[in-house]
């Protein structure tokens, strides 16, 4: 289960669709994402936080409303939780609690735990905006375009970049918001590239890497499957089928994805 380990990160994946949860551990604070996805991985990742926060606080940074990001807030009620101001004040909060509901029911899953809708005790509102936890600064830019209250964060000095769901190795984009809003963010990504040195980019799905190359592949091939999006390339689905190995499970976000960018 745990995908990636240094001496700042730890990295937990889901065996569904590859979801990530990092703990980072500083001298002052411990700061985790998206707590994720069955009751069994979450009370593994919980008992991981519980041995090693000691009187640390615990962050929790929330990189979207997706619920399967937000599907263990409810086992870590001590933690602060850092998220966007459009993820603080969604209006469709209970619809989200309704889709873990809905899986929960499908699974036939048992929590020791009642999922909630996190609420913000700390609420990013700018690019830049940053946060100081003892010896690690915390800068937070805004992402939408995946979701609308989507947010990207970068720690340094150990100079990690949290993605949540963009420069994914296993999804092509998923413009799930707004199709303008997904190509700005992606212009926010090679900024945060250009501006931070960057050493561990860690997607919300699939793999984690350190190697620079990996990074600036995974930021152009969401430039040009936009661009491609937006001329409605017919061949470009031939190119997601041969990169993507779950591609046939994913297709049918690429058709909504030609729709929206059409619009």
Do not use: C
């Not at 619809?95 to 005790?121: G, T």
Request: aromatic letters at 12%; a negative charge.
């Amino acid at each position: 289960m745990i995908q990636f380990q240094n001496q700042h990160i730890t990295i937990f994946q889901s065996a569904l669709y590859m979801t990530t949860t990092a703990i980072i551990q500083t001298k002052k604070a411990v700061i985790m994402t998206d707590p994720t996805w069955l009751p069994k991985e979450i009370e593994t990742i919980k008992h991981h936080v519980d041995e090693m926060i000691g009187d640390r606080q615990l962050y929790i940074i929330y990189t979207h409303s997706d619920f399967d990001h937000i599907i263990g807030a409810g086992a870590f009620p001590e933690a602060k939780v850092i998220a966007t101001r459009t993820l603080h004040h969604n209006l469709n909060k209970e619809e989200v609690l309704q889709e873990i509901e809905a899986f929960d029911q499908k699974y036939y899953l048992k929590r020791n735990y009642k999922p909630i809708y996190p609420s913000a005790d700390i609420i990013v509102s700018q690019d830049a905006q940053t946060l100081q936890l003892g010896e690690v600064t915390l800068t937070f830019y805004l992402a939408p375009g995946h979701t609308k209250d989507s947010l990207f964060t970068v720690i340094e000095p150990y100079g990690i970049f949290l993605a949540g769901d963009y420069l994914s190795d296993v999804e092509f984009p998923f413009v799930f918001s707004s199709y303008k809003d997904y190509v700005e963010t992606i212009r926010t990504a090679e900024r945060i590239l250009e501006d931070h040195l960057i050493r561990v980019l860690v997607p919300g799905h699939g793999t984690a890497t350190q190697n620079e190359d990996e990074i600036i592949s995974r930021l152009y091939f969401s430039k040009y499957y936009l661009k491609e999006l937006s001329r409605n390339n017919d061949s470009l689905i031939d190119v997601l089928r041969n990169k993507y190995t779950f591609f046939d499970g994913m297709k049918s976000i690429h058709f909504d994805n030609i729709s929206l960018a059409r619009r």
